[in-house]
Each structure stands twice: as structure tokens, then as C-alpha cells.
């Protein structure tokens, strides 16, 4: 962590602390101050060495604020937080992970009941004792016992967006190491699955040993946990990485048993089977002919590289993503795998939110970072008021009609596209949380749920449903609203939500938040199947955000969709002309 985000951690969990006490507004004030620090380019501790004024430069950090950060650069701790810290000795971060357990209710259960951690909160909720609480009760207490054993289940997977990063690390660092012919990541990870259980890496070397030993070097490892000949495994981040080293003739076929999944390497195998054929780890051997001794000869006739492997098996190479057993292996072998949208299709983003809501920058911040990552449009698509948004973070109508002005102004002399938008609440019922006059005028309507997500599927089918066929819905944003590991979300039916957006000519989200991927590869695939169009948004509250846009591609890939099914593959005039 750069001390960045290690100051900006500490203010967040000052801010709950003090939001568990009831204390208004303060808690806020430190919020905005935490993202704005992480997001700062700058080192914070160059900062503080310049003095107070120098870290007041960053946005929303006042006097109060700066003189903390100052506190802790030099002396490693913040004496109002230890003071906070003692008043309320709990693990917050921890408490909070479970989800319908905010700050507040932290407070609550420390004050009646002592709950200081996860252990502390089973053992009472399992008891009955927190729907004796007061302003508590049994649906409190069931959604808290359902929200622990989500977390629970979730805990054991890591996020990609945790996950990718730390294996493309692994790789430049075993790419620089001289005797290693190739690295690449395996498993899950390069499939793209939204989690992962560990991260599987592979090697290629003639002298096996020599990389087990740099792996075990590298930087990052924290414990080794295992070490042999040709495989090692260690936690490095808190995350379990596997690394296997195999020949140069092994690599393909070792990369193509360990990226998986199971069920597309059965298929493959039975497939093989058919052809008298054998497949392993060590490469595809044909086993047709019987020699003297009536024993199979197995003559080995792939297993350098993966597209040797697949076309041993007269099959086209198969794309990771779409390895799921979702039928690759039959498209693969009709040569009808579909043509796959790729990193560098996207022309524009149409999801970001300003410092007009939560936010760190200013419109015309938003318009020159598209323009230099690369974009030929965005829309600016802050929130609305309305159910979901707390602390006052939503835009009102009035603020909606002054905010669109101004980008319209900022739009006249920018050198992209730029759309006035909003990203509107969808209330139970499938209703938007903004007046009709006003989404007439803006360019774009984002329609998102951000509440009310624990409903029964058939209610949210409808409810998604009826937010689709509002006239004025261009883009359904992150349609369940799940959080990864967090929480469920939304479970509708995906066949019917595709369809209405098929018909409405209403864009699907997928999210490109690591922590959302909301829609994910197998609803993407139903929604494209259903020709319904997707839509890859980073909903970046930073410029920083927009390098999210991977992870919202490759899921797109895990859904078979190619360019043609994605909104902002297409021209800006393509894009004025769907949305109007
Ligand atoms: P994860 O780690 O839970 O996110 O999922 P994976 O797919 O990365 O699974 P992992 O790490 O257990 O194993 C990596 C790959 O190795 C897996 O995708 C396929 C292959 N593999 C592992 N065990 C078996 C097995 O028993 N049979 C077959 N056919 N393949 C296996
Ligand atoms: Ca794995
Ligand atoms: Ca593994
Ligand atoms: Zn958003």
C-alpha cells in the first residue's frame, strides 16, 4: 500500500468510528478527504515535508486534515483516532464486510451487546440476542446472519481486480529472469473469472530449479508455503500463487490442463477420446496403435504450444474466456467461434461521475482525461437523489438542469464528444428518481438500482423490466447491483431483462468495477443471444478508474460478445443515434 492509501484507510476508519457515535457530518468531510488522497498523484509524505499548506492543495483537505497527515508522517499515528479507537475497540473494517451492517449499527451492537468482531457477531446473532435490541428485530437479525455467511462463503475467493494485477506483476518479474523462455498466468485468472481462488502460474525453462528459486525471491512473498522441483507455492499480498515451471516442449499443453476449467478440459478429453486419442498435462498422444508387447505406443504429437494442442484435436484455439464448457468446444469445431470484442475496441465511456456528486474531479477535468486516455466520447452521468443515495450525494432536479448547462458549455469547446447524462435511482417499482422534463433534456439516462436489493426475483424481474421500458432509459447500470464477495445482489430473470432491452433498445451494463463485473460472462452471453446491446462502463468516480475498462472487456469476452454488441464500440454519431 503507498502511504496514499494508507492515510486514506486510516481517515475511512475514522469516519466510521465517528459515525458510530452518531457524530453528523464530520464523518463525511473525512470520506471525500480519504478518496481525494488516494487518488493524489503525489506522495503524501512529500507532501507533509513541505508543510501544511502543501497538503492542503489536495481537494477537500482543510486545516484538521492536513495537520493529521502531518502527525502521522511524523510520528505514525494520529492521536484523535487512537482516542476513537479506545472509545470503540472494534474491528470495523471487518464488521462493515458484512453486508446491512453499516458504522452505525457497529455502534449499536458494541454499546448493547459488546460485539468487538465476525466471532463476536455470529455468536449473538446466532443467540437471538440482536433482535432484542430496540429499533433491531428478526429481519435485522436474519439479513445479518444471511450477510455473514455470504461473507463467510465470499471470503475464501479473491477479487480479478486484486488477483490480475499482482499475477501481471509475477509475470514482468519472471520475464525478466534469464532462463525462463515464457511465463503466463493460468487458471481462473486467465480465463478472467470474476474471482479466483488462488493465481496459477506457469514457466517454461530448462533449468526448473533455477526459477523455483527466483519465484521464492521475488519481492512480493510473504511466506512460502511450499517449495519442490518444478512447483512452489507461496502467499504474496495475502494471496495464495501457484507457480509450476515445466519444459519448453510442455508449455502448451501444461498451459492448457491449467487454465481450465475442469469442464471444458473434460470435454476436451472425451473429445480426444474419441479420436484415439490421449490428453494430459504432458502434451496429446496418439494411442491408436498396439506395439508387440500389445501395450499402447502413445506417440506424443502435440504439446508445444496451445494451438498445437487444440488443432491435434482438429478444433480452432479457444479464446480463455471462453473456456467454461458453454459450448466452445463445438463452435471451435464448426469454426464458428465467435469474433470477440479486444482491449482497444472501446471508443468512449458513458458512465463517470464529477465532483457534482462523489466524484473527485470537475467536469472539464472528466473531458480532458477522456481526451488523453484516449476516448472519442464520455458522458458525465453523476447521480440523482432518490432511494439509495445517503448523504446527500445526489444531484436534485434544479441541480440535474444546471449541471447540463454547464457541461453543454464545457461540450462547445471540447475536442470529444461529450454527453450530458444522469445516473437515475430505479425505485421498487421500476420508476426513475428524476422528473420527466428533465430526463427528456439530458443526452443519456443511466437508470440504476441502488436499494431495495434483497427483493424476490420475480419482483426485481419486473422491477428491472419496467425501469428498461421508461422512455427515457438509454442504459440499465449495473443491472443487480451485486457486490463481489459483498453482496448477492439482484437475481432476476436474465432471458426476460434481455429481451425488454432487446425490444426498448436499451443498452445492458457491465460494469467494469472489479468489485461489481455486474453484468458477468454468462448473463452477457444470454443478453447478446437475446440481441440485446451491452454497454462497457468503468463508472469511475476517478480518471484513474478508466484502466478498469480491461475487466469490463474480458467479461464482455466470457459473454462471446464481439464489437458489434457493444454500445461504445461504436461512433459517437452511432451512439447519438441509440440513444435518441
Ligand atoms: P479457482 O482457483 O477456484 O478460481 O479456479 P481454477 O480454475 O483456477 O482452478 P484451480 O486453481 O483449482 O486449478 C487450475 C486449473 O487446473 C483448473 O482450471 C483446471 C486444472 N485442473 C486442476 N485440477 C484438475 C482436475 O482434477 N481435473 C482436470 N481436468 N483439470 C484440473
Ligand atoms: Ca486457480
Ligand atoms: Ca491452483
Ligand atoms: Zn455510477
New binding site residues.
Given amino acids: 500500500m503507498s502511504r496514499n492509501a494508507e492515510i486514506a484507510a486510516l481517515f475511512e476508519e475514522y469516519a466510521d468510528l465517528l459515525e458510530a457515535q452518531d457524530v453528523e457530518y464530520k464523518p463525511n468531510t473525512y470520506r471525500r478527504a480519504a478518496e481525494s488522497i488516494r487518488e493524489y498523484p503525489t506522495a503524501i509524505e512529500d507532501l507533509a515535508s513541505k508543510g501544511q499548506d502543501a497538503v492542503e492543495e489536495i481537494d477537500g483537505v482543510g486545516d484538521a486534515i492536513s495537520s493529521k497527515v502531518i502527525e502521522y508522517v511524523d510520528t505514525g499515528a494520529i492521536e484523535e483516532l487512537e482516542g476513537e479507537r479506545a472509545k470503540l475497540p472494534v474491528a470495523m473494517d471487518e464488521l462493515t464486510s458484512v453486508e446491512g451492517v453499516g458504522p452505525k449499527t457497529v455502534g449499536t451492537l458494541y454499546e448493547a451487546l459488546g460485539v468487538e468482531n465476525l466471532a463476536d457477531l455470529e455468536t449473538v446473532a446466532s443467540a437471538g440476542e440482536i433482535q432484542e435490541i430496540k429499533g433491531f428485530g428478526p429481519k435485522t437479525e436474519q439479513n445479518i446472519l444471511s450477510g455473514l455467511e455470504f461473507a463467510r462463503k465470499a471470503s475464501e ?1 479473491e477479487l480479478l481486480g486484486d488477483t490480475r494485477p499482482l499475477a501481471d506483476d509475477l509475470l514482468d518479474y519472471l520475464r525478466g529472469h534469464d532462463g525462463i523462455e515464457r511465463a503466463e498466468v ?4 486467465r ?1 478472467w ?1 470474476e ?4 493465481v ?1 502460474v506457469l514457466a517454461a525453462s530448462d533449468d526448473l530449479n533455477g526459477v523455483i528459486v527466483a519465484f521464492t525471491d521475488w519481492g512480493r512473498v510473504e511466506r512460502v508455503i511450499e517449495s519442490g522441483e518444478n512447483k512452489a507455492s507461496v502467499v504474496a499480498n495475502g494471496i495464495r500463487v ?1 507457480l509450476r515451471v515445466v519444459v519448453p516442449e510442455e508449455f502448451g499443453s501444461a498451459l492448457q ?6 469442464a471444458h ?2 470435454r476436451f ?1 472425451n473429445r480426444a477420446l474419441d479420436r484415439d486419442l490421449k490428453v494430459n498435462e504432458y502434451g496429446v498422444f496418439d494411442v491408436s496403435d498396439t506395439n508387440e508387447e500389445g501395450q499402447r505406443a502413445g506417440e506424443r504429437v502435440a504439446g508445444r504450444t496451445e494451438g498445437e494442442m487444440y488443432a491435434a484435436l482438429d478444433l480452432a484455439w479457444i479464446p480463455p474466456e471462453l473456456r467454461e464448457d458453454t459450448g466452445e468446444i463445438d463452435a471451435a469445431a464448426a469454426d464458428a467461434l465467435p469474433d470477440l470484442i479486444e482491449e482497444g475496441d472501446l471508443r468512449g465511456e458513458l458512465h463517470t461521475h464529477t465532483d457534482w456528486s462523489d466524484g473527485t474531479e470537475s467536469i472539464d477535468e472528466w473531458i480532458a482525461s477522456a481526451e488523453t486516455f484516449g476516448h472519442e466520447y464520455l458522458c458525465i452521468s453523476d447521480h440523482a437523489t432518490g432511494p439509495g443515495m445517503v448523504g446527500g450525494v445526489g444531484l436534485s432536479d434544479e441541480d440535474l438542469r444546471e449541471q447540463a448547462a454547464t457541461i453543454r458549455e464545457a461540450a462547445a469547446d471540447a475536442a470529444i464528444e461529450v454527453f450530458a447524462g444522469v445516473e437515475a435511482n430505479i425505485d421498487s417499482e421500476g420508476g426513475l428518481s428524476v422528473a420527466e422534463d428533465v430526463l427528456e433534456e439530458l443526452d443519456l439516462v443511466v437508470a440504476s438500482p441502488h436499494s431495495g436489493l434483497d427483493m424476490d426475483s420475480e419482483a426485481a424481474t419486473d422491477r428491472l423490466v419496467a425501469a428498461i421500458e421508461h422512455p427515457q432509459t438509454d442504459i440499465l447500470g449495473h443491472p443487480t447491483g451485486r457486490l463481489l464477495t459483498r453482496r448477492p445482489g439482484l437475481d432476476p430473470d436474465l432471458q426476460r431483462v434481455a429481451e425488454a432491452a432487446a425490444d426498448n433498445g436499451v443498452a445492458l451494463e457491465i460494469n467494469a468495477n472489479p468489485a461489481r463485473l455486474d453484468l458477468w460472462g454468462r448473463a452477457v452471453k444470454v443478453a447478446v443471444e437475446a440481441g440485446a446491446t451491452v454497454v462497457i462502463n468503468t463508472d469511475a468516480h476517478s480518471p484513474a478508474e478508466f484502466e478498469n475498462d480491461r475487466y469490463g472487456i474480458h467479461t464482455a469476452r466470457r459473454g462471446w460478445a464481439g464489437p458489434a454488441d457493444v454500445l461504445n464500440a461504436w461512433t459517437a454519431s452511432e451512439v447519438r443515434a441509440f440513444v435518441e
Avoid: H, P
Avoid at 186 to 189: V, W
Avoid at 195 to 198: A, M, R
Fill in positions: 475467493r493460468a487458471g481462473s485468472i480465463r473469472r474471482t479466483s481462488g488462488d496459477d501457484d490442463y491449467f487454465t481450465g476449467s475442469k478440459n473434460i478429453r
